[in-house]
């Protein structure tokens, strides 16, 4: 394609908010193009939760989740401080699934409504809305930045802002056993966390995030004692991949036509596994505003999207950098799983805030602030 070749929308990145920009701008009447280094189908370094909200909102983009892939999960337990709790989700369930799965149902689908790709092609420069490849040049009528937590579109149109918060990161791994559990599983221990879901009838995924230190996941795992002897006896099924740190803010969301979607839009940290699930809310809105010529809301309606999730993760980061919060937490959450019902209703099951009700809020306040012992 040595040349310039100009598109309706042109994507930097095809991972799972790329895509489901793609999808959406299509399923609107505007022509989409996305390019990508890598080449299908994409994995990465991730927890592979879909959240109830992110099946949902795949259900929107047209993509269907066959039943018998992945493995579904029914709500989220908490082990950590001598205690195990657990909640449903309100309505629907989840699905652990492998990224790859997730991108070829992505990629199947954009292709099936006339997306344009340009696999295996390294977007090396940005000026204005047109990027340089080894290829040749190409330009969108709106160029979207869709890759990923490291963003070079992010940083060369200027958008880029501060990281605020410690540096953390993670890292993944999937074993060949049955899972146990019908719950994504959180285990707690100071400065690191393991997930642990299934991610296929014969297959579990580990994931830990850590706040500095070794990134070795076999020594990490040695701070779970209860998750080494589950184990124990399961062989890796596949290698390591690790991402981070986390924690990436943008000054602004677009300049001119460059916008910028995903993960390269802000993404805070993995410690509540919504990371798809945003995207793909994102993805949608980010199309309606395409379509209508105007990103001016766009902002505005992000930051309606994000703060809900964000206050749960400022919550949670707290209590994982404070062992006395999060043993209060914990404790609190394992007396009353009524109340660990609520605030799963609200953060994942889109319930409003007011279902945790007065006596829900005063519980949670005085848990919080009572002693840790
Ligand atoms: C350890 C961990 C656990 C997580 N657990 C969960 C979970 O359980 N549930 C959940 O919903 N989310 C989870 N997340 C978050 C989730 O993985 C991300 O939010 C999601 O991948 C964001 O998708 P994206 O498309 O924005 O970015 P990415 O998936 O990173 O895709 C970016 C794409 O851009 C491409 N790209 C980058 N630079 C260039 C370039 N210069 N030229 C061309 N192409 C380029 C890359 O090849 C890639 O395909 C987790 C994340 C981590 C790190």
Known sequence: MKGRRDCDVLIVGGGPAGLATAIAVRQLGLGALVVDRSAPPIDKACGEGLMPGAVAALGRLGVELPPDLGHPFRGIRYVGDGVSVRADFPHLRGRGLR????????????????VDFAWRTPVRALQGRCITTDSGELRGRWLVGADGLHSRIRRWSGLAGRSRSRRRFGIRRHYRCKPWSEDVEVYWTDGCEAYVWGSAADEVGV???????????DRLLQRFPALVGRLSGATAATRDQGAGPFDQRPRRLYRGRVVLVGDAAGYRDPITGEGLDLSFHQALLLA??????????????????????????????AAEARPGLRRRLLRLLAAN????????????????????????AWRLAAGLLGPSH
């Open 337 to 360: 799983p009524d109340l660990f019902a609520r605030l799963l209703a609200i953060q994942a099951g889109g319930q409003p805030l007011s279902t945790l009700g007065w006596a829900g």
């Open 207 to 217: 994931a830990m995030l850590w706040g500095g230190g070794t990134s070795d996941f």
């Open 288 to 317: 309606r505003c395409l379509a209508a010529d105007d990103l001016r809301p766009y902002p505005r309606r992000l930051r309606r999207l994000t703060a809900r999730p964000y206050l749960f993760i400022q919550l949670l980061l």
């Open 99 to 114: 990224r790859p799965l997730l991108h070829s149902l992505l990629v199947e689908r954009a292709t099936e409504i006339g």
